[in-house]
């Protein structure tokens, strides 16, 4: 090991604390971020959470936290290309159905994410470029609504953020329309889209996510390994749940698929 990388060894990330985001009509939220360590100045990508009290440790959260910021501390120690700062976005506790759903259900509620949305465009990102300097690329991620949080979010906007990890997403909810605005919206350039769920779930979910990844696939999506600009990655785990510890697991491959160039 040489003296630079021994000394890149021994360094760590640090937390900052980037204040709260206000969205119309929705309560205050906090926003932290982990910024791993780098050498030099170089500019980095950044990955935008959902349910941001769950993203570090297990403080804060109601099953345990993903421990993101171990998974990007080991990125930045192994890989030559920069690791992402992460942004966590905290949820609105009560409000999390309707936050994190894109549309509006007579049953259950939601149809308050475009004002998050809105706030995260327009607010967040001019204010994480202003206190970072620009990202490289930007990334959303999120699990069961905040994984159909983060597939709306890189759909409408897929300019802005070139791709989403959606983990076990909850598609029955809002499936039918996302499914159109989908074949809706203009083809992006590029896109990297991870979609994942556990075989101990529920009876919905799979039956859900897969048709859409076959819808992805009809809009020109290409499934993983590819060179294709469209990049999906289907994975199911057969002992997968629906909780924070099966997407703690599958987290790390799923961050490195978005990253890949």
């Not at 510890?245 to 990253?259: C, D, I, K, Q, Y």
Request: charge should be positive; charged fraction near 25%.
């Amino acid at each position: 090991m040489t003296k630079a990388s021994r000394r890149s060894a021994q360094r760590r990330g640090h937390f900052e604390d980037l204040g709260a985001l206000h969205a119309r009509g929705l309560a205050k939220r906090r926003v932290r971020a982990y910024v791993p360590p780098r050498d030099g100045n170089q500019p980095r990508p950044v990955l935008f959470m959902f349910d941001g009290q769950n993203m570090f440790g297990n403080a804060g959260s109601f099953a345990g936290g993903w421990h993101v910021h171990d998974v990007v501390e080991k990125l930045a120690h192994t890989r030559r290309s920069p690791a992402p700062i992460v942004v966590a976005i905290d949820h609105g506790h009560a409000a999390r159905i309707d936050e994190l759903a894109p549309f509006r259900d007579a049953k259950h509620g939601g149809g308050d994410l475009p004002s998050l949305i809105d706030a995260i465009v327009h607010t967040l990102v001019p204010r994480v470029d202003a206190h970072f300097g620009p990202a490289t690329r930007r990334f959303i991620a999120g699990s069961s609504l905040g994984g159909v949080a983060a597939l709306y979010t890189h759909l409408v906007h897929p300019s802005l953020f070139a791709g989403a990890i959606a983990m076990s997403p909850s598609l029955w909810f809002t499936r039918a329309r996302l499914a159109a605005l989908l074949h809706g919206q203009p083809r992006p350039d590029s896109s990297r889209i991870y979609l994942d769920c556990g075989g101990r779930e529920g009876i919905g979910m799979w039956p859900a996510i897969e048709p859409f990844a076959d819808r992805l696939r009809m809009r020109g999506w290409r499934d993983a390994p590819t060179r294709d600009p469209r990049r999906l990655l289907l994975r199911f785990s057969p002992t997968g749940k629906h909780n924070e510890t099966a997407w703690r697991r599958r987290f790390p491959r799923a961050l490195r698929f978005v990253m890949a160039r």
